[in-house]
């Protein structure tokens, strides 16, 4: 396939601090999930962050199966951007299950905590009422990176919904 533009364009600068998640990440151990209101499972993921000199990190693949089915489940993808001179962080994302989402936050070394600040969901998706979506992602000494997303209903206060670890494909 041949793309209009250069793949091997320079990181921005403005977007230099997450260099670290660039590439494709897959989850070497099952990932848990949870929520009171349903059966918990496991499930495996794929990310992939990539860029192309904006000063933007695309997520264009979030994309989660059934550990056990191997069933498509969760998908989304989206941009990431850094407020200039700052360590704030925003994510913009929509999601397979008609969501779309902002979640703000602040960059700390190589770690990530996010919050939504913003929720849509399509007219005709299942209308829970979100009170929060809160995201924190954290790549660790040993080179793994780890995501862990909670989140508030109504009448269910901030309780994690998944856990899951991953490790740099080649
Ligand atoms: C920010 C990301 C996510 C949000 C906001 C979200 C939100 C939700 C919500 C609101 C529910 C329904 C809870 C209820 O009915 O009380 C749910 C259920 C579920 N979620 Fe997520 N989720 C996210 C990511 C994921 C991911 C990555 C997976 C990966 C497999 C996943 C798998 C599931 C499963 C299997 C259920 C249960 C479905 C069912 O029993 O019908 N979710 N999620």
Redesign the pocket.
Known sequence: MSYPFNLSAEMNPAVLPLDWLLETWRSDEP?E?F?P???P?R?T?TLHFSHVGQPVINFIK?N???AESKKP??R?CGFIRIQPGTNRVAFI?A?N?G?V?IEEGELTGQQLTLHSTALARTSFA?Q?I?DQ?S?HIQLKPDGRLEQT?S?A?EG?PLTQ??HIPYRRTD
């Open positions: 990932g999930g929520f209101s349903i059966t499972f499930y993921e979030f989660a199966f059934h489940l969760h989304e994302i999601q299950s969501l989402e299942k829970l979100f979506i995201r997303i989140m209903l269910q919904h998944l």
